[in-house]
């Protein structure tokens, strides 16, 4: 074989060798995809794995017990619903609940020292079953339940569901369905605070703002609990029409004024009648609203007062012939155009790790 065919052979095994370590390197059979934690082999406790440092145990979660050379004692432990678990021969149960696995794992050694020498002992968390999800709804880009596997305060988890919208009225309901099974003292801060009604099935609750939460205060940005249910309000709609710049719908949000929703809409056009400005109010249970009547001009010169809006109300300012309600149905359709493109479903649950 000449040079020249020898410089040409090793080329193609180069090239064949290349191939098949990028074909390798590509394959999904041994690596784990992207959100996937692999601990097979590691001995790495599923908490740990899932980057959870804290992780108490509770009923239904379930371990896993290797004693080297002692498959007697080898098994899956079930924390049952007094938060124990039983080991094989190990005469009383012992008490998992609230406790991490290190713990646990040293009184499981402690145990077994009474009939074995110098045991060495296997325990890690495989399933972690004791929390309940929360769920974040309501005005918020992605309504999503939560697996809470570790502590986490409110503005994470609004962020986690995209933030709030424009429809939020401002307030965060917060409904506690159970209480921490754990609870540190800020926990029990938070249940001798919590409002409740006189009706026993109601959910105790608590009541936080949006804005206080996002200017990052201490006090309104609690944690959230497995089984709560975090309510973003939305806010109800208003409607601007008439002789103004933008006739358009409002969210009524707190302290929504009727000088505030007409500037919010650019203004009155020229010409307009300012100083009859009706709004029209519709009454519960009655068929024909109330028509209401107002200076504009006066609210603004301080002559009078300003008048706090209502949900549903029609603002109509006259362009100068006696009625000029030939835009609300532009503008109920606006509304309507609007909420649709903003729906939005149930995400999949998400993991807090």
Known sequence: MNFRNLLLLLSLCCALASTAAAQDSTSGGSTPQAGMVSTGGSGVSAPEAAGVKKYLLG???????????????????????EGKVAVPFVEEPMLAQCRN???VKADIVKALEKFLKRPQVSLRVTEMKSRPVAVVYGAVRNPTPFDMRRRVRLIELLARAGSVTEQASGDVQIFHTSEPMCPEPEDLVML?????????????????KIEDVKSGLKE??????PGDIVLVQEARPIYVTGAVVQPSPLYLRENLTLSLAIAQVGGARKGAKTDTVRIIRKKPGALNPDILVYNLDDIKKSKKPDVALMPYDVIDISDGSPWSLKNIPQT??????QSAGSVVGYAPM????
């Open 101 to 103: 696995d290190r713990e």
């Open 220 to 225: 309104a940005n609690p944690v959230i609990w």
């Open 332 to 337: 109920l359709l606006g509304l309507a155009t």
């Open 350 to 353: 998400r993991i807090i790790q």
């Open 59 to 81: 009923p239904g979660d379930v371990l896993d017990l290797r004693v080297y050379n002692e498959p007697q004692f080898n098994g899956l432990l079930v924390v049952d619903d």
């Open 192 to 208: 001798s605070s919590m409002k409740k009604t006189d009706d026993a099935l109601a959910l105790p609750y608590s009541v936080y």
